[in-house]
């Protein structure tokens, strides 16, 4: 079992930065794949970042390419995501996943794949 606890969110007026963390419990986390997505308001929770167990690969959606960046250190069993230039679109709940591989490099882009899930932290732009 793993838990995952997001914090970071708040308000920020656009232009500027956030950082998110997402702090994991359970013990092997450095095998695990972790993910970022997020909840606009009343819209579908989507896809944003990715990163695989051991760092060496990662993944954006296309909108967040060079204004996002996710990293991780595993032995603080926690995941970040650095935002930067923030837009109002970028307002969201923003959720962290994780799922358990044994491939280092592996990453993966769709709720589907993710086991655990964070209960999510609100990040509000203002324009």
């Known amino acids: 079992q793993v838990q995952l606890v997001e914090s970071g969110g708040g308000l920020v007026q656009a232009g500027g930065s956030l950082r998110l963390s997402c702090a994991a419990s359970g013990r092997s986390f450095s095998w695990y794949a972790m993910g970022w997505f997020r909840q606009p308001p009343g819209k579908e929770r989507d896809f944003v970042a990715a990163i695989s167990w051991s760092g060496i690969s990662t993944y954006y959606e296309d909108s967040v390419k060079g204004r996002f960046t996710i990293s991780r250190d595993n032995a603080k069993n926690t995941v970040y995501l650095q935002m930067s230039s923030l837009k109002a679109e970028d307002t969201a709940v923003y959720y962290c996943?994780?799922?358990?591989?044994?491939?280092?490099?592996?990453?993966?882009?769709?709720?589907?794949?993710?086991?655990?899930w964070g209960q999510g932290t609100q990040v509000t732009v203002s324009s």
């Open positions: 996943a994780a799922v358990r591989t044994f491939n280092s490099a592996n990453f993966y882009t769709t709720e589907e794949e993710y086991t655990y």
